[in-house]
T-cell receptor, first 118, second 112 residues
């Protein structure tokens, strides 16, 4: 059972270009989360999605950032017109449908995509 | 979400037991305590989760006092491969998911 897959692992963009980050959740997982990690900092929640639905995007910047999790295919985090401040590691995590056991909702993380904006 | 406070860094020799304490004074009744481990250039990995008293698995133990305002992650007999950043998270599993924010974590350095 493959873990969470993210690609590309490293992405270099020039200011003003678009960045598209892809995440394939673990088999059987229908919940996807995106986090951003700046150097020497912890991960910050960006968005939580289920298939074809954005459930919580309270951590996502209002402009230039968007996320989707289509019925078929990976989840995509898109950053339009990238700026130097977007340089960070972007992690995707997935989890199963909640088991009903309160509190248990282990998130499995991918290896991350390291975005560098020149 | 309850704010957490943990030491920025710790050093330990191989073979020793390591205890990392996390303070969460404003923890809510429905909040669970979760610890993750992150190696350089990798995503975090779930270690252990608990609500109260003591939880133990094959990797670690988690001690939570009655007032739940703190918790201690205990790693028995650490090895060099345990060098990593350890995050303490507190959050409610509401609406079918747990929206968490990772603090800066505790950077554990295991010394040979």
């Amino acid at each position: 059972n493959a873990g969470v897959m993210q690609n590309p692992r490293h992405l270099v963009r020039r200011r003003g270009q678009e960045a598209r980050l892809r995440c394939s959740p673990m088999k059987g997982h229908s919940h996807v989360y995106w986090y951003r990690q700046l150097p020497e900092e912890g991960l910050k929640f960006m968005v939580y999605l289920q298939k074809e639905n954005i459930i919580d995007e309270s951590g996502m910047p209002k402009e230039r950032f968007s996320a989707e999790f289509p019925k078929e295919g990976p989840s995509i985090l898109r950053i339009q017109q990238v700026v130097r401040g977007d340089s960070a590691a972007y992690f995707c995590a997935s989890s199963q449908v909640t088991s009903g056991r309160a509190g248990y909702n282990e998130q499995f993380f991918g290896p991350g995509t390291r975005l560098t904006v020149l | 979400l309850a704010k957490t406070t943990q030491p920025i860094s710790m050093d330990s020799y191989e073979g020793q037991e390591v205890n990392i304490t996390c303070s969460h004074n404003n923890i809510a009744t429905n909040d669970y305590i979760t610890w993750y481990q992150q190696f350089p250039s990798q995503g975090p990995r779930f270690i252990i989760q608990g609500y109260k008293t003591k939880v133990t698995n094959e990797v670690a133990s988690l001690f939570i006092p009655a007032d739940r305002k703190s918790s201690t992650l205990s790693l028995p007999r650490v090895s060099l491969s345990d060098t990593a950043v350890y995050y303490c998270l507190v959050g409610e599993n509401s609406g079918g998911y747990q929206k968490v924010t990772f603090g800066t974590g505790t950077k554990l350095q295991v010394i040979p």
